[in-house]
């Protein structure tokens, strides 16, 4: 006599056994050198020139230089200094 449960088939008399399914363990070896940085801060005066548009921008990712923060420093209220700070990965 069997009882089928949970997706699997149990033997009247039998331990309760479940079937086990072998998942296979890969090992690589891979050389892994530390990735090298560069990085690029552009500083804009607001009061003496304007802000970079997206064209500027889009030519500085051209080039590999992904932006990744912006801090707008303000001294007093007419005042305004704006940092782009870019990063790539450099080549080898």
């Known amino acids: 006599m069997s009882i089928r449960q949970m997706g699997y088939v149990r033997i009247a008399g ?3 056994v479940r079937p086990s399914v072998h998942i296979p363990t890969v ?3 891979v050389n892994a050198e530390p990735s090298r940085w560069e990085y690029h801060v ?3 005066d607001a009061r003496e ?3 970079p548009d997206s064209s500027q921008l889009n030519a500085l990712g051209q080039e590999g230089w992904i932006l990744v923060s ?3 420093e303000s001294a007093n209220s007419r005042e ?3 940092h782009y700070y870019f990063t790539r990965k450099m080549n080898a």
Do not use: G
């Open 70 to 72: 912006v801090l707008a």
């Open 80 to 82: 305004s200094i704006v």
């Open 14 to 16: 039998t331990p309760d």
């Open 42 to 44: 552009l500083t804009v």
């Open 27 to 29: 090992y690589e070896s």
């Open 49 to 51: 020139q304007p802000l």
